[in-house]
Structures are given as C-alpha cells and as structure tokens.
Nanobody, 119 residues
Framework: QLEDSGGGLVQPWGSLGLSCTAS????????MGWFLQAPGKERELVAR???????NYTDSVKGRFTISRDNTKNTVYLHMNSLKPEDTGVYYC???????????????WGQGTQVTVSS
C-alpha cells in the first residue's frame, strides 16, 4: 500500500513538499510518480521518476517542481516551488512495483493529498 502526505494550504509563490511511501512486501520498485486531479478535471501526470533516477515533468511545472526518490525508504518526494493557484488539486502518488522476483509489475495509487494554493 501507499501512504502519501504533505499537502496543505499555501500562498501563491510559496513552497510545499509531498512524500509517498510504499509498504508491505516489495521485491523491486520501477517508476514512481505524482499525478494531479484539479477540480473538474481529469487526473494528469505531473512528474515521474524511473528506478534509475531519470525524471520527467509536465511542461507547466518544469523549473518549479522537483521529483526525487529514496530507494532505501521506498519513498518518492515532490518538492514544489513558486506554486500557482492552478497547481491546486488532489495529488496522488503512483508506484509500479513487484511483490516478488517472478511476479508481475503492479501499479498502486496513494489515497491522495489536497494542495490548495490561495491567498
């Protein structure tokens, strides 16, 4: 299962950090990512990081958000700077992992954490 945390209310141009930890039996973790579901919109990819540490971002957050991971803690982070009102919504972490060496890759979702950017 995944447990994500770190959301809250922040003023425009402020900063906020999110974290998400995978638990249970884990053999290996592939890609980890963060998605945003803004009010009235579909859930969309914000940032993704591979097992090797390669990161990619949606254009709207490039230069402002940084995704990272700690493989020793099975945790993915999203550090958000220069936040804008349009960054508001529920952020979901997404992790692809194997429970065993012979097992299939399974994708899990966190429960979501609310981020509100408002003055």
């Amino acid at each position: 299962q995944l447990e994500d945390s770190g959301g809250g209310l922040v003023q425009p141009w402020g900063s906020l950090g999110l974290s998400c930890t995978a638990s249970g039996r884990i053999f290996s973790i592939n890609a980890m990512g963060w998605f945003l579901q803004a009010p009235g919109k579909e859930r969309e990819l914000v940032a993704r990081i591979t097992s090797g540490g390669a990161a990619n971002y949606t254009d709207s957050v490039k230069g402002r958000f940084t995704i990272s991971r700690d493989n020793t803690k099975n945790t993915v982070y999203l550090h958000m700077n220069s936040l804008k009102p349009e960054d508001t919504g529920v952020y979901y972490c997404n992790v692809a992992l194997r429970r065993s060496g012979a097992g299939a890759v399974t994708v899990f979702w966190g429960q979501g954490t609310q981020v509100t950017v408002s003055s």
